[in-house]
Protein backbone atom coordinates (compact mmCIF):
# COMPACT_ATOMS: atom_id res chain seq x y z
CA UNK A 1 0.00 0.00 0.00
CA UNK A 2 1.32 3.59 -1.35
CA UNK A 3 1.23 6.40 1.08
CA UNK A 4 0.30 9.63 -0.58
CA UNK A 5 2.91 12.41 -0.42
CA UNK A 6 2.73 14.87 1.88
CA UNK A 7 1.74 17.98 -0.21
CA UNK A 8 4.66 20.97 0.17
CA UNK A 9 4.75 23.55 2.52
CA UNK A 10 3.56 27.04 0.86
CA UNK A 11 5.70 29.73 1.79
CA UNK A 12 4.94 33.53 2.63
CA UNK A 13 4.87 35.52 -0.28
CA UNK A 14 7.80 37.70 -0.86
CA UNK A 15 7.28 41.43 0.37
CA UNK A 16 7.04 43.85 -1.94
CA UNK A 17 9.53 46.67 -2.82
CA UNK A 18 8.35 49.83 -1.23
CA UNK A 19 6.95 48.26 2.25
CA UNK A 20 9.72 46.43 2.30
CA UNK A 21 11.94 49.21 2.22
CA UNK A 22 9.72 51.76 4.06
CA UNK A 23 10.67 49.01 7.12
CA UNK A 24 14.49 49.04 6.41
CA UNK A 25 14.48 52.52 6.84
CA UNK A 26 12.21 53.04 9.84
CA UNK A 27 14.50 50.27 11.47
CA UNK A 28 17.78 51.66 10.21
CA UNK A 29 16.55 55.01 11.17
CA UNK A 30 15.97 53.80 14.69
CA UNK A 31 19.19 52.22 14.92
CA UNK A 32 20.86 55.28 14.34
CA UNK A 33 19.17 57.83 16.35
CA UNK A 34 20.85 57.26 19.49
CA UNK A 35 24.25 58.33 17.50
CA UNK A 36 22.36 61.33 15.73
CA UNK A 37 23.57 64.11 17.13
CA UNK A 38 27.20 63.49 17.83
CA UNK A 39 26.97 62.62 13.70
CA UNK A 40 25.36 65.76 13.00
CA UNK A 41 27.60 67.75 15.45
CA UNK A 42 30.92 66.38 14.26
CA UNK A 43 29.82 66.96 10.55
CA UNK A 44 28.71 70.23 10.63
CA UNK A 45 31.37 71.05 12.80
CA UNK A 46 33.98 69.97 10.42
CA UNK A 47 32.73 71.93 7.43
CA UNK A 48 32.17 74.89 9.15
CA UNK A 49 36.17 74.97 10.55
CA UNK A 50 37.00 74.69 6.79
CA UNK A 51 35.29 77.56 5.67
CA UNK A 52 35.80 79.71 8.78
CA UNK A 53 39.69 78.49 7.89
CA UNK A 54 39.06 79.22 3.96
CA UNK A 55 37.60 82.70 4.92
CA UNK A 56 40.84 84.17 5.59
CA UNK A 57 42.43 83.52 1.68
CA UNK A 58 38.84 83.98 -0.11
CA UNK A 59 37.14 87.11 -0.37
CA UNK A 60 33.99 86.40 -1.97
CA UNK A 61 33.17 86.10 -5.88
CA UNK A 62 32.91 82.36 -7.31
CA UNK A 63 35.37 81.42 -5.34
CA UNK A 64 33.13 81.86 -1.80
CA UNK A 65 30.67 80.23 -3.65
CA UNK A 66 32.41 77.13 -4.06
CA UNK A 67 33.39 77.01 -1.06
CA UNK A 68 30.09 77.51 0.52
CA UNK A 69 28.04 75.46 -1.77
CA UNK A 70 31.36 72.75 -1.22
CA UNK A 71 31.52 72.64 2.44
CA UNK A 72 27.81 72.35 2.45
CA UNK A 73 27.71 69.10 0.30
CA UNK A 74 30.67 67.76 2.18
CA UNK A 75 28.71 67.17 4.97
CA UNK A 76 26.39 65.10 2.99
CA UNK A 77 29.28 62.87 1.47
CA UNK A 78 30.37 62.33 5.38
CA UNK A 79 27.48 60.58 6.32
CA UNK A 80 26.74 59.09 3.17
CA UNK A 81 30.03 58.04 1.29
CA UNK A 82 32.53 57.43 4.69
CA UNK A 83 30.16 56.21 7.38
CA UNK A 84 27.96 53.75 4.83
CA UNK A 85 31.18 52.79 3.78
CA UNK A 86 31.94 51.91 7.21
CA UNK A 87 28.64 49.97 8.40
CA UNK A 88 28.13 47.96 5.23
CA UNK A 89 32.04 46.55 5.93
CA UNK A 90 31.14 46.49 9.14
CA UNK A 91 28.49 44.39 8.53
CA UNK A 92 30.06 42.35 5.82
CA UNK A 93 32.60 41.19 8.70
CA UNK A 94 30.61 40.35 11.49
CA UNK A 95 28.23 38.23 9.37
CA UNK A 96 25.12 40.69 9.90
CA UNK A 97 24.38 40.32 6.28
CA UNK A 98 23.58 37.06 7.27
CA UNK A 99 20.12 38.37 8.76
CA UNK A 100 19.12 40.40 6.04
CA UNK A 101 19.69 37.07 3.50
CA UNK A 102 17.26 35.36 5.99
CA UNK A 103 14.23 37.77 5.66
CA UNK A 104 11.81 37.76 2.62
CA UNK A 105 12.86 41.36 1.53
CA UNK A 106 14.13 42.28 -2.00
CA UNK A 107 18.24 42.83 -2.19
CA UNK A 108 17.46 46.85 -3.02
CA UNK A 109 15.48 47.25 0.01
CA UNK A 110 18.24 46.86 2.43
CA UNK A 111 19.95 49.34 0.26
CA UNK A 112 18.15 51.49 -0.41
CA UNK A 113 16.57 51.54 3.02
CA UNK A 114 19.68 51.99 4.74
CA UNK A 115 21.17 54.37 2.20
CA UNK A 116 18.14 56.76 2.86
CA UNK A 117 18.55 56.45 7.09
CA UNK A 118 21.88 57.59 6.77
CA UNK A 119 20.79 60.87 4.30
CA UNK A 120 18.25 61.58 6.33
CA UNK A 121 20.85 62.84 9.00
CA UNK A 122 22.33 65.24 6.63
CA UNK A 123 19.92 67.82 5.94
CA UNK A 124 19.80 69.95 9.22
CA UNK A 125 23.90 69.87 9.20
CA UNK A 126 23.93 70.64 5.62
CA UNK A 127 21.46 73.27 6.20
CA UNK A 128 23.02 75.12 9.34
CA UNK A 129 26.58 74.64 7.25
CA UNK A 130 25.02 76.59 4.44
CA UNK A 131 23.43 79.49 6.61
CA UNK A 132 26.56 80.02 8.82
CA UNK A 133 28.48 80.31 4.99
CA UNK A 134 26.24 83.27 3.65
CA UNK A 135 26.90 84.83 6.58
CA UNK A 136 30.39 84.11 6.89
CA UNK A 137 30.74 85.46 2.61
CA UNK A 138 28.12 87.46 2.88
CA UNK A 139 26.05 85.38 -0.19
CA UNK A 140 22.20 85.81 -0.07
CA UNK A 141 20.07 82.94 1.05
CA UNK A 142 17.43 83.19 -1.03
CA UNK A 143 18.97 80.19 -3.11
CA UNK A 144 19.21 78.07 -0.10
CA UNK A 145 15.32 75.98 -0.89
CA UNK A 146 17.65 74.17 -3.41
CA UNK A 147 19.04 72.51 -1.38
CA UNK A 148 15.65 70.21 -0.82
CA UNK A 149 16.76 68.70 -4.13
CA UNK A 150 20.63 68.80 -3.85
CA UNK A 151 20.84 67.10 -0.42
CA UNK A 152 18.11 63.57 -1.69
CA UNK A 153 19.97 63.70 -5.05
CA UNK A 154 23.78 63.94 -3.98
CA UNK A 155 23.21 61.96 -0.78
CA UNK A 156 21.34 58.82 -3.60
CA UNK A 157 25.14 59.15 -5.57
CA UNK A 158 26.93 59.50 -2.06
CA UNK A 159 25.03 56.64 -0.61
CA UNK A 160 25.30 53.82 -3.66
CA UNK A 161 29.05 54.60 -3.65
CA UNK A 162 29.62 53.99 -0.10
CA UNK A 163 27.87 51.15 0.25
CA UNK A 164 29.33 49.41 -2.67
CA UNK A 165 33.16 50.15 -1.23
CA UNK A 166 31.33 48.93 1.70
CA UNK A 167 29.92 45.55 0.34
CA UNK A 168 32.72 45.09 -2.21
CA UNK A 169 35.53 45.90 -0.22
CA UNK A 170 37.30 42.45 1.28
CA UNK A 171 37.91 43.15 4.53
CA UNK A 172 36.80 45.94 7.18
CA UNK A 173 39.53 48.03 7.62
CA UNK A 174 39.58 48.17 3.72
CA UNK A 175 36.03 49.41 3.41
CA UNK A 176 36.83 51.64 6.40
CA UNK A 177 39.72 53.12 4.62
CA UNK A 178 37.98 53.61 0.92
CA UNK A 179 35.15 55.57 2.86
CA UNK A 180 37.76 57.68 4.52
CA UNK A 181 39.56 58.45 1.28
CA UNK A 182 36.07 58.83 -0.55
CA UNK A 183 35.23 61.67 1.88
CA UNK A 184 38.58 63.32 1.63
CA UNK A 185 38.19 63.18 -2.41
CA UNK A 186 34.77 65.04 -2.00
CA UNK A 187 36.59 67.75 0.58
CA UNK A 188 39.94 68.22 -1.57
CA UNK A 189 37.98 68.64 -4.93
CA UNK A 190 34.67 70.04 -4.00
CA UNK A 191 35.67 72.69 -1.32
CA UNK A 192 38.35 74.34 -3.51
CA UNK A 193 37.57 76.59 -6.08
CA UNK A 194 38.05 74.89 -9.45
CA UNK A 195 39.62 77.34 -11.81
CA UNK A 196 42.47 76.99 -9.25
CA UNK A 197 43.06 73.74 -9.65
CA UNK A 198 45.29 71.74 -12.30
CA UNK A 199 43.82 70.63 -15.30
CA UNK A 200 44.77 66.94 -14.25
CA UNK A 201 42.66 68.01 -10.92
CA UNK A 202 39.92 69.59 -12.27
CA UNK A 203 39.30 66.30 -14.72
CA UNK A 204 39.25 64.00 -11.68
CA UNK A 205 37.05 66.89 -10.03
CA UNK A 206 34.36 65.91 -12.63
CA UNK A 207 34.37 62.33 -11.99
CA UNK A 208 32.79 62.59 -8.29
CA UNK A 209 29.47 62.69 -7.97
CA UNK A 210 29.12 64.94 -5.29
CA UNK A 211 31.11 67.78 -7.83
CA UNK A 212 27.71 67.96 -9.73
CA UNK A 213 25.68 68.62 -6.69
CA UNK A 214 28.37 71.30 -5.60
CA UNK A 215 28.33 72.85 -8.45
CA UNK A 216 24.05 72.86 -8.50
CA UNK A 217 24.07 74.79 -5.41
CA UNK A 218 26.76 77.25 -6.21
CA UNK A 219 25.30 78.42 -9.29
CA UNK A 220 22.41 79.71 -7.06
CA UNK A 221 24.67 82.21 -5.19
CA UNK A 222 25.19 84.22 -8.76
CA UNK A 223 22.68 87.45 -9.48
CA UNK A 224 20.87 85.61 -12.20
CA UNK A 225 21.45 81.96 -11.75
CA UNK A 226 21.21 79.56 -14.84
CA UNK A 227 18.66 77.32 -14.16
CA UNK A 228 18.60 75.16 -16.92
CA UNK A 229 22.62 74.42 -15.78
CA UNK A 230 21.22 73.57 -11.98
CA UNK A 231 18.50 71.50 -13.58
CA UNK A 232 22.03 69.67 -15.54
CA UNK A 233 23.71 69.65 -12.87
CA UNK A 234 21.22 67.45 -10.18
CA UNK A 235 20.41 64.88 -13.68
CA UNK A 236 23.53 64.04 -13.65
CA UNK A 237 23.04 63.59 -9.42
CA UNK A 238 20.37 61.39 -10.56
CA UNK A 239 21.71 59.28 -13.11
CA UNK A 240 24.59 58.22 -11.10
CA UNK A 241 22.71 57.59 -7.75
CA UNK A 242 20.66 55.50 -10.20
CA UNK A 243 23.63 53.46 -11.17
CA UNK A 244 25.64 53.35 -7.78
CA UNK A 245 22.33 52.10 -5.71
CA UNK A 246 22.23 49.73 -8.79
CA UNK A 247 25.37 48.44 -8.17
CA UNK A 248 25.18 48.77 -4.12
CA UNK A 249 22.45 46.32 -5.24
CA UNK A 250 24.56 43.70 -6.75
CA UNK A 251 27.25 44.27 -4.62
CA UNK A 252 24.98 43.09 -2.07
CA UNK A 253 23.65 39.98 -3.47
CA UNK A 254 27.23 39.05 -4.40
CA UNK A 255 28.33 39.53 -0.72
CA UNK A 256 25.27 38.54 0.75
CA UNK A 257 25.65 34.68 -0.95
CA UNK A 258 29.30 34.02 0.27
Not at 23 to 43: G, H, K, T
Not at 58 to 68: F, I, P
Not at 174 to 182: E, I, K, S, V
Amino acid sequence: MTTAAAPAAVLAPRARLFPALAAVYRAQLSRARVARIPLLFVATFQSVGIMVLMRGVVDGGSEARAVVAGSSVLVVAFVALNLLAQYFGQLRASGGLDHYATLPVPPAAVVLGAAAAYASFTLPGTLVTAVFGCVLFGLPMGGLWILAAVVPLAGAALAGLGAALGLLAPRQELATLAGQLGMSAALLLGVLPAERMPEVIVWARNLLPSTYGVEAFARTFAPHPDWAAVLADLGVCAAVGVVSLAVATWAYRRAAVR
